[in-house]
């Protein structure tokens, strides 16, 4: 059974870190490029960021120098690690697989996606 598992919901002061994870089951990550997207209330569903083996990491401007992507094989998981949060990163965030980054940074059409969780800055 091919799924995303998202860690839970999490909350934290502004200026504060959270590190979010994201566990692959029925694929392995050597197969997939990994991305994180989020949704603000009331805002589109925006990519945050993607790892691509051929052309390596993509940042959206506002979380560039803040946040980090990053990927463990062995566990099959991926990991956005967030510091400096502030509250306009509040929102939905997903992790998603794709099998190419194009369909994050042009199509916005990722294979499979988590189940989200909810991150709150105060």
């Known amino acids: 059974h091919v799924q995303l598992v998202e860690s839970g919901d999490a909350s934290v002061q502004a200026g504060g870190s959270l590190r979010l994870s994201c566990t692959a089951s029925?694929?392995?990550?050597?197969?997939?490029?990994m991305g994180w997207y989020r949704q603000a209330p009331g805002n589109e569903c925006e990519l945050v960021t993607d790892?691509?083996?051929?052309?390596?990491?993509y940042y959206t401007n506002s979380v560039k120098g803040r946040f980090t992507i990053s990927q463990d094989i062995a566990k099959n998981t991926v990991f956005l690690q967030m510091n400096s949060l502030e509250p306009e990163d509040t929102g939905m965030y997903y992790c998603?697989?794709?099998?190419?980054?194009?369909?994050?940074?042009?199509?916005?059409?990722?294979?499979?996606w988590g189940q989200g969780t909810q991150v709150t800055v105060s």
């Open positions: 029925g694929f392995s990550l050597r197969d997939a490029d």
């Open positions: 998603a697989a794709a099998t190419t980054y194009t369909q994050f940074r042009v199509r916005g059409r990722p294979d499979i």
């Open positions: 790892i691509s083996k051929v052309d390596g990491a």
